[in-house]
């Protein structure tokens, strides 16, 4: 399913013991933790893209204290997955969500993220997935009609490329902060919903939608750690215990 990301080629990669190669050798090493970085040097913005070591252990943490297990139940009942869906997650950060749900639903897995700390973090942990380095923006680095399920949560979008490695049968989840998400910390934000449809109308039709919610208390060590996982701007006070709200608005797309 994996294609080379060398600059036109394009072709299969083939697994061995230790890397990754395709017919033309080019060829990717296998990284002790178990995923493979594909990303090019033309395609980073910055020497160390997307998520920070920091930003990555944050997360973690948050994750682990249980703060998003409600996020996690939601999707899980909203996109149903079946051990017969392979499913990949583009924007997969330290692996959470895709595996989590992996685990619970017995699905094929693979993640893909540009920034090597959070695949590394994810390999680490969900053992059972395929992870991969690589820049979803420009190119989703698997064949066509390789995925019965694709999703995006809280990440970038990428419609062309979305829709030619799902199935025509497929479906897309995209998951995007509600307006309520952190609302305590940095006011109301935006609601997404309408222009992210407008995004995806051309190749993809709406067939459900729901918000999900949930409220957590955090200490200030837990608040220190949410500002340092989040891209999106906040209040500039001093780390204090506080009731924090988390919230989702999800989006299922079928393909035409």
């Known amino acids: 399913m994996l294609l080379c990301t060398v600059r036109d080629c394009r072709l299969p990669l083939t697994r061995t013991e230790s890397r990754l190669s395709c017919?033309?050798?080019?060829?990717?090493?296998?990284?002790?933790?178990?995923?493979?970085?594909?990303?090019?040097?033309?395609?980073?913005?910055?020497k160390e893209p997307g998520d920070t070591i920091k930003a990555v252990a944050s997360r973690r943490r948050l994750h682990d204290l249980g703060v998003t297990e409600p996020l996690l139940t939601g999707i899980c009942d909203f996109?149903?997955?079946?051990?017969?869906?392979?499913?990949?997650?583009?924007?997969?950060?330290?692996?959470?969500?895709?595996?989590?749900?992996?685990?619970?639903?017995?699905?094929?897995?693979?993640?893909?993220?540009?920034?090597?700390?959070?695949?590394?973090?994810?390999?680490?942990?969900?053992?059972?997935?395929?992870?991969?380095?690589?820049?979803?923006?420009?190119?989703?680095?698997?064949?066509?009609?390789?995925?019965?399920?694709?999703m995006s949560i809280t990440a970038r979008m990428n419609a062309p490329e979305f829709r030619r490695v799902l199935r025509d049968d497929g479906r897309l989840l995209v998951a995007l902060a509600s307006p309520e998400d952190l609302i305590e910390l940095r006011g109301s934000g935006k609601d997404r919903v309408d222009r992210t449809i407008e995004t995806f109308a051309d190749q993809f039709t709406l067939v459900d939608r729901r918000r999900i919610s949930t409220v957590a208390d955090l200490d200030a060590a837990a608040i220190e750690d949410l500002r340092h996982s989040i891209y999106r701007p906040m209040r500039a006070e001093p780390a204090q215990a506080m009731s924090v709200t988390f919230s989702l608005d999800l989006l299922l797309f079928r393909p035409l």
């Open 23 to 46: 017919s033309a050798g080019h060829s990717f090493d296998i990284a002790r933790s178990g995923y493979v970085n594909l990303l090019q040097p033309q395609e980073r913005r910055s």
């Open 79 to 150: 996109i149903q997955a079946s051990p017969s869906d392979t499913v990949l997650d583009a924007g997969c950060g330290d692996g959470f969500y895709l595996g989590r749900l992996a685990e619970q639903a017995g699905f094929e897995a693979h993640g893909l993220d540009i920034s090597i700390p959070a695949i590394d973090a994810a390999a680490r942990r969900y053992s059972g997935v395929e992870w991969i380095v690589g820049n979803a923006d420009r190119f989703v680095p698997y064949s066509d009609a390789s995925f019965s399920l694709v």
